[in-house]
């Protein structure tokens, strides 16, 4: 045990940490869109990976100090690489306990992007679901944290522990990764095939991107484009490296030759979708009034910035929406799609409502004002409400 501590003070101490890059890719087109950053060790001694080294860190203490090393590392190599190199999204692996050490410092991230001139619109923050098992308080504080700052958040693992949808739904990412044992041989496998489309229907009904890991040959590739998922990740693709770079060439044929098939089938089978107007207004205009009355009118114009944002969030290429006055929008939404669509639009602005009061009137359910009878009353949390019109 000593010796492990001599090392893991070695490797801080000396930085022995170099990041590796491995593509996500679009299963449409085989484009690139995004790398996720992870770190390994220079010179390997006594603690041999990087998951070994994070679980010593949470034993001594140091999850924030290794996080910035990490951190700072990936950034440094991820500017140098974006000046020599098409790019996309960074995913950025996030432990949830970083933000509960004493020595965590908020705000650090942004701080490195500006250093290095990185867009903050290009970097992804992954937190696995397996940390929600042992310390689901501090997954949802990690993700409110960063979703707070406007980081878009992806979901690891997912699939790999019980927590299911509820939390997936409560949190509102904007990727969902498969865990890769739900992908291995999912060819040979009527369990995960059904899992998978399952979550390929619920993706596309919420607007979320799903990312397939740890894909590892060429059944397993062909099986998850025709189930619909949108990207993957994985060893047959391209494995990490220091490098960015395009993926293997068996694997951009693979994914050519079902785009060629896709676009056969639509052209031969094009059809005009049927929509659905809907209407989303605020729904308590009181308590809308109320709330700039407290916080201001640029933090109301926040509020209705952050209802334009989730509708837009939501909808596809082929639908649109329109602001009717202030607080009303109307989006035309394809028809078999509206309800859920619509329900998961009020749900996501509720969610996010969290994020735009302060502790104690969230606890409380509103803000305390007085009427213009000069009584007082509760004016409870701002939400909205959906109404189909034609």
């Known amino acids: 045990m000593r010796l492990l501590k001599e090392d893991f003070n070695d490797i801080l101490q000396k930085q022995r940490i170099k990041p590796v890059f491995q593509p996500i890719v679009s299963l449409t087109d085989g484009k690139i869109i995004g790398y996720e950053a992870l770190s390994r060790i220079v010179e390997p001694q006594e603690i041999k990976n990087s998951e070994e080294l994070f679980h010593l860190a949470g034993l001594y203490g140091k999850i924030w100090e290794l996080e910035q090393l990490c951190r700072s590392k990936i950034l ?5 690489l974006c000046a020599e190199n098409e790019t996309g ?9 970083a933000i509960h050490d004493k020595e965590f410092h908020a705000g650090f991230t942004s ?3 500006k250093q290095y001139g990185v867009n903050m619109d290009n970097i992804v923050f992954e937190v696995t679901e397996r940390s929600a098992v042992e310390d689901i308080k501090g997954f949802k504080d990690t993700i409110r944290h960063y979703k707070s700052q406007g980081y878009e958040i992806a979901v690891d693992d997912a699939g790999s522990c019980y927590s299911g949808l509820n939390l997936i739904c409560d949190i509102v990412p904007h990727y969902i990764k498969l865990d890769m044992e739900l992908i291995h041989d999912i060819h040979k496998e009527p369990i995960k095939y ?24 060429k059944e397993e590739l062909k099986t998850l484009i025709r189930l619909g998922v949108h990207n993957g990740q994985g060893y047959f693709l391209r494995k990490p490296k220091e490098e960015f770079g395009e993926i293997e060439k068996t694997a951009m044929e693979v994914i050519q030759k079902f785009q060629k098939k896709a676009v056969y089938g639509k052209n031969k089978n094009a059809d005009v979708g049927e929509f659905r107007l ?3 207004k605020i729904e308590n205009y009181k308590s809308y009034c109320a709330y700039c009355e407290k916080y201001g009118d640029e933090k109301g114009d926040e509020i209705i910035g952050v209802m334009k944002k989730v509708v ?20 035309a939404i394809e028809k078999g799609n509206y309800k859920i669509k619509s329900a998961t639009i009020v749900s996501m602005f509720g969610y996010r409502m969290k994020e735009c009061y302060t502790k104690e009137d969230w606890e409380n359910g509103g803000i305390e004002g007085t009427n213009k009878h000069g009584e007082k009353r509760m004016y409870p949390i701002i939400n909205i409400c959906s109404e189909k019109l034609i």
């Open 76 to 80: 440094e190599k991820y500017h140098v």
């Open 89 to 97: 999204k960074l995913f950025l692996n996030v432990n949830p306990m």
């Open 111 to 113: 701080q490195c992007l």
């Open 194 to 217: 059904a899992m998978v489309k399952s979550m390929v229907e619920f993706a596309n009904l919420t607007n979320i991107q799903l990312i397939a890991e740890g894909i590892e040959c």
């Open 278 to 280: 809907v209407v989303f």
């Open 312 to 331: 837009a969030e939501n909808l596809t290429d082929t639908e649109t929406m329109v602001m009717l006055d202030k607080e009303t929008i109307v989006a």
